[in-house]
């Protein structure tokens, strides 16, 4: 219980000066908006999450998705997308997300180019290739990363697990369109992949919250693992010999945790770490440990 309060916690206190997104997906068993007020069409193919929570992302197999979103940002209003994806096939070009009309500039979408080696090309298309950015990037199968996009005046930028890829200023965009798609670019359908938590805002995020919503998002995956572990029960069976008396799990409950706070790798607090909220304002990271139980013999 304590290891799920300081995690939540620890969530929250990177979350309170966070931006709110404008629509957020974060497909757990729905295709819905967590609003509930507008939803991708298509087949769904829930598949296990990050964190492993089952029915918590979406397979795209040479399938789209697609949603009537009328608040995308448009023309050259500022933005951020946000997306988790896991490719289960690089051999082949990935469309991640897209939007707007196959015109020059008039397109906002994400693509990771396919590959043979272990680098492949991620493009922020906006139709025409003088209006893209194209960045080389390191790349494997059926690993978790999350990739995000801000635009503001003329300048974009390209995020991969909180880490700036690439930026290029001076090229306007004039987006138009309202239908956002998964897995598609225009109308060319082309994807393998685990998609999760999608967000969209009307504002360019800075660096440092791109950072604290990657952090953030990890974090919650933690608390996932944490909750699902905190689910299972476990319980240890002995075979009871004429010497030997039989152990109960209640014998082997309470093994004292250890809670460790860290800051620029500088450990900050110990095993006392429960005034978390005394804490100032940054990103910090948990470490919590197990002290191995005493050994229990019988006589």
């Not at 448009?74 to 051999?91: E, H, L, M, P």
């Not at 906002?108 to 003088?130: E, F, I, K, R, Y």
């Not at 152990?247 to 429960?274: F, L």
Request: glycine share 8%; proline share 3%.
């Amino acid at each position: 219980m304590k290891k799920l309060l300081l995690t939540a916690l620890f969530v929250s206190f990177l979350n309170a000066n966070a931006q709110t997104p404008i629509q957020e997906f974060n497909f757990n068993g729905t295709l819905n908006n967590t609003a509930n007020t507008i939803s991708f069409i298509g087949t769904n193919n829930f598949v296990p999450d990050r964190a492993g929570v089952i029915k918590g992302a979406q397979r795209l197999n040479n399938k789209a998705l697609e949603a009537v979103i009328d608040n995308l940002p448009q023309g050259k209003s500022s933005r951020t997308i946000s997306i988790w994806v896991k490719f289960n096939d690089i051999s082949n070009a990935n469309y991640i997300w897209g939007y707007g009309n196959p015109l020059n500039a008039q397109y906002c979408g994400l693509l990771q180019q396919g590959t043979t080696t272990s680098n492949s090309d991620l493009s922020l298309a906006a139709w025409g290739a003088s209006n893209d950015v194209i960045v080389s990037t390191p790349l494997e199968k059926s690993v978790w990363y999350n990739y995000t996009i801000t635009y503001e005046g003329t300048v974009s930028k390209i995020y991969r697990d909180g880490k700036l890829l690439k930026y290029l200023e001076g090229m306007a965009r004039s987006t138009n369109g309202n239908i956002f798609r998964l897995g598609e670019i225009n109308t060319i359908v082309g994807i393998n992949a685990d998609i999760d938590d999608l967000k969209i805002y009307n504002v360019a995020l800075t660096p440092e919250q791109v950072k604290d919503l990657y952090e953030s998002a990890k974090a919650t995956n933690l608390l996932a693992v944490a909750t699902v572990e905190a689910k299972t029960v476990k319980n240890v069976v002995k075979a009871k010999t004429s010497n030997e008396a039989i152990i109960t799990s209640g014998d082997v409950n309470g093994a004292a945790k250890t809670v460790e706070v860290y800051s620029q790798g500088q450990k900050i607090m110990g095993s006392n770490a429960t005034n978390i909220s005394d804490l100032p304002e940054g990103t910090y990271l948990l470490k919590i440990t197990s002290t191995p139980s005493k050994k229990i013999t019988s006589k």
